[in-house]
Structures are given as C-alpha cells and as structure tokens.
C-alpha cells in the first residue's frame, strides 16, 4: 500500500510542477506576443536639439503609433554618449528600455575611454541602423584653401601649424581629420569644442582652418556662403554638392566616414521584441516623409536586420580602433 501511494504522489506531482510550467511558459509567450503593453522609454544618450535627439524623437513618435503606446524619449547625455548608452545597457532587457545607438558609444569609446562601464558588443543588442551620413571638410570662404591639395601641401610645408575643429574628443569630427592626417602623411592641431555648433562659430570666425562637419549640419552655411566646402567622406558624390568631390577623387580614398545610429536595446531583450521593434522602424523608414526629411539632410536612410546593424558596429568598431589607436588620441 505505501507503494502505491508514494507513485500516485509521485504522479501528482509530476501533474502540478507540469502545469506549473506550462502556465509560466505560456504566460512568458504570451506576454511577447502582446508586447508592448505599457509605455517604452526611449533614452538619448545626448543633449537636446542635436541629431541624435531629432532623429529619436521622430522616430518615437512614428514607433508610438504603430505599437500603440506611448514612447518617452528621455536624453541622458554627458561623457561622449557613454553615460546614457550605459543607462540602455544595464536596464531590465524586456523591451520596455530602448535608445540610440551612436558612432562614438558603439564604435569608438571602448578603444578611446578604456574604461567603459559597459561593452558595446557583449551588454547591447542591435535592432536597426536608422540611418548614416557623410561629413564635409569645409574652411573660411576667405580661406586661402581652394582644395585638399592646398590644404595637404601647407601642412606639409608647416607641421603642426594648422588646426582643425571638432565638437568633442572622439568625435566623427577629430576621427575624420585624423584618419585625413594619416592617410596624407601630415600633422595638424586639434581643437576640441564642447559641441559642433561652437565649433563651427569659431571656424566662420576664422580662429581655425577647418573643420569636418556633418553634412546636415554645414549645409545651411554653406549654401548662405558662410562655408567653402572642399571634400566629402562618402563613397559617391552629394545630390547636395554635385561639384564637391569625394576623397578618393582626391586621391585618398581611406577618409570613408559615416556619422551612423541606429536603435538598440540591453543584451537579453527576447528575440520576439527585437524582431519585432525591427520590423516597426523598417516600417518606418519606408514612409515617404521620414525618407524624404532624411535624404533632405544628406544622410542615407537605413534599415535591414538586426545582424546587418551588428556587422556594422563590428566592422566599424575594429576600424576606429586602429585609427585611435596610431593617433594616440586620449579622453
């Protein structure tokens, strides 16, 4: 008799824990399926007003819709991106905590700051590359630099006379020129600013040589002549700039930048909700009028899966920090 009941308890609760599981498991999928069900936090590891912070808030309002709940885009900026790309990487992974994933953050701090917080490749997960762009070498249109070449042969002739702008150690802005540097065998001085708007101030003040500057962000001074624009850093010539060329028309074809971002999430965030954020901002970037204010600005509108945006990082994570690296460029 006692054998008999230790196996029908044994079967009771074989029975229960079975059930148990299955309720978990269920609930666990279909709370995926629902997702979301609640607001989505949208952090911005930059200040208000820049690139970074417009493209987020567009793209949330536009995510708001078709997911159907509220998307707060809250910025966190300070530290070269790195105090709120942390604050991404270290939330709760269910979907609920998303942000911009940048250039610098993703690519090019671990190398530069040595001390991160958080790794990009092991504490994120991709989602989507939203968009890149390229950046433009402009100067004075008083300067006595008509082209690359000019520029070349007077820092040649005068080491470490020259000086370029930037908006910030690290920066695509000094990872631009220093790659330019290197590429042409010449040395210049960096000055770094506290944003790219002040440094571009000082460059149309005449107080340094250069600068490059996003092409979004030049654009308007250099259409109200304020900017001489001599080279580009995209692989083929702007819609926007049809007479400027490209570096490698100008005989260096390594100064190939893309200031990108692209949406990311904490690592574990269930495959189920990275699909499916993913599949709402291709949504989103086919839309005519995102498209259109996109291409407006220069940039190349991104998209595909969240493996194509982790290659990228990947890709240019090992490029950066070869480049960081030769200059010796310190926080």
């Given at each position: 008799m006692?054998?008999?009941?230790n ?8 029975i229960?824990f079975?059930?148990v599981?299955i309720?978990f498991f269920g ?5 995926q399926?629902?997702?979301p069900?609640?607001?989505i936090n949208?952090i ?6 820049g ?7 567009q ?11 509220p998307?707060i885009v809250?910025?966190?900026p300070?530290a070269?991106g790195n105090i709120?790309t942390e604050?991404i ?8 905590t998303?942000?911009?994933g940048n250039?610098?953050?993703?690519a090019?701090?671990k190398?530069l700051f040595?001390?991160?917080k958080?790794d990009?490749e ?5 989602i989507?590359?939203i ?9 004075h249109p ?6 690359v070449?000019?520029?070349?042969a007077?820092?040649k002739?005068?080491?470490g006379?020259l000086?370029?702008?930037s908006g910030?150690?690290g920066g695509s802005?000094?990872?631009?020129a220093?790659i330019?540097?290197?590429s042409?065998g ?13 440094a571009?101030?000082d460059l149309?003040g ?5 600068m ?6 030049a654009?308007?001074s250099?259409?109200a002549?304020k900017l001489r624009p ?5 692989k083929?010539?702007s819609p926007?700039l ?7 028309e100008?005989g260096?074809?390594l100064?190939?930048?893309d200031?990108?971002q692209?949406?990311v999430a904490p690592k ?7 699909d ?5 901002v ?7 009028k ?7 600005q ?11 945006f ?9 490029k950066?920090s070869?480049v960081?690296k030769?200059?010796?460029i310190?926080?």
């Open positions: 006692p054998k008999i009941l196996t029908l308890q044994i079967r009771c609760y074989q229960f079975g059930l599981f309720s609930s666990q999928v279909n709370a399926q629902a997702y069900v609640k607001a949208f911005v590891p930059y200040g208000a007003g690139g970074a912070d417009s493209r987020s808030r793209i949330g309002l536009e995510l708001s819709k078709i997911l159907n709940v998307v809250e910025n966190k300070g070269g709120g604050y990487a270290k939330a709760t992974p269910d979907g609920y998303i942000g911009m250039f610098a953050p993703l090019v701090n190398t040595g001390n991160l958080y990009p092991t504490d994120l997960t991709p989507v590359l968009e890149k762009g390229p950046l433009v070498l402009v100067v008083n300067s006595p630099y008509k082209s070449a000019d520029i070349v007077d820092a002739a005068k080491p006379v000086t370029f702008a910030g150690i802005h000094q990872l631009s220093e330019f540097k290197q042409a010449i040395d210049m001085i960096h000055v770094p600013y506290k944003s790219g708007a002040a571009l101030t149309m005449s107080n340094v040589n250069m490059f500057d996003q092409m979004y962000s654009m308007p250099i259409t002549g001599l080279a580009i850093t995209s083929k010539r926007m049809k007479d400027v060329p490209t570096f490698a100008v260096y074809p100064v190939a930048v200031n990108w692209g949406l574990g965030t269930p495959k189920a909700i990275v499916k954020l993913n599949a709402a291709n949504q989103i970037l086919k839309d005519p995102v498209m259109e204010f996109i291409l407006s220069s940039n190349e509108v991104g998209g595909g899966s969240p493996e194509d982790a290659k990228l990082i990947k890709s240019e994570s090992t950066w070869a960081v030769i200059a010796n310190k926080p």
